[in-house]
């Protein structure tokens, strides 16, 4: 099976403008869950899309948003980017449905804001 | 509220000898804890798995130890290698459908 794919790989962005990123998990997983990676505060949860819904959320702010297609792609918009927002972004799919366990990480979207 | 806490020092050890990463855990009883591998600009892969009632879990030249007294995980690379060099990072579900992840510890395996 094709591993959890994400695009774009980079993108480079300017404060105040908004971005779309997408993930299309592993065949068969309803499961799509988001973080995003920065050195200083390691691996966050944004949140959490099962068969279109979302089942939990992070503390982020409303500018950090997401949705699930019905074929379980996925994709998360920040508007009003703020240059904290530079990060690796991470997309993971899982077998589970009643948790989380055992995901599968795609290889991430690193965002830069300047 | 829920703290993960991971060695954040570089387990720095010689080809060979077995590796030894610690995860401590408060304020919660997850009903099962993971294990991640990280290398530099990739996503984690998921490594193991075990469960509340499971004190031991191996796959190959890892095993993980799970004490929910003590609220701690062990995990274990023995006869590592150069390529076991990387982060590993340990995971619980906080809430539902929620992963959080302890910030890492940093392995590195001296030829």
């Known amino acids: 099976k094709a591993g959890v794919t994400q695009t774009p790989r980079y993108l480079i962005k300017t404060r105040g403008q908004q971005v779309t990123l997408s993930c299309s998990p592993i065949?068969?997983?309803?499961?799509v869950s988001w973080y995003q990676q920065t050195p200083g505060q390691g691996l966050q949860f944004l949140f959490e899309?099962?068969?279109?819904?979302?089942?939990n959320k992070g503390n982020f702010p409303g500018r950090f948003s997401g949705r699930q297609f019905s074929n379980s792609r996925s994709e998360m918009n920040v508007s009003t980017l703020e240059l904290g927002d530079s990060a690796l972004y991470l997309c993971?799919?899982?077998?589970?449905?009643?948790?989380?366990?055992?995901?599968?990480f795609g290889p991430g979207t690193r965002l830069t804001v300047t | 509220s829920q703290k993960i806490e991971q060695n954040s020092e570089a387990l720095n050890i010689q080809e060979g000898k077995t590796a030894t990463l610690t995860c401590n855990y408060t304020?919660?009883?997850?009903?099962?804890l993971q294990w991640y591998r990280q290398d530099p600009g990739r996503g984690p892969v998921f490594l193991l798995l075990?469960?509340?009632?499971?004190k031991e879990k191996r796959k190959e030249r890892l095993k993980v130890t799970f004490d929910t007294t003590l609220k701690q995980s062990l995990f274990h690379i023995t006869a590592s290698q150069p390529a076991d060099s990387a982060t590993y990072l340990c995971?619980?579900?906080?809430?539902?459908?929620?992963?959080?992840f302890g910030s890492g510890t940093r392995l590195l395996v001296r030829p």
């Open positions: 065949s068969g997983h309803r499961s």
């Open positions: 899309y099962f068969s279109e819904t979302q089942r």
């Open positions: 993971a799919s899982s077998p589970a449905e009643v948790s989380v366990r055992e995901q599968y």
């Open positions: 075990i469960r509340e009632n499971e």
């Open positions: 995971a619980l579900e906080r809430s539902s459908y929620k992963l959080i």
């Open positions: 304020n919660y009883s997850p009903a099962y």
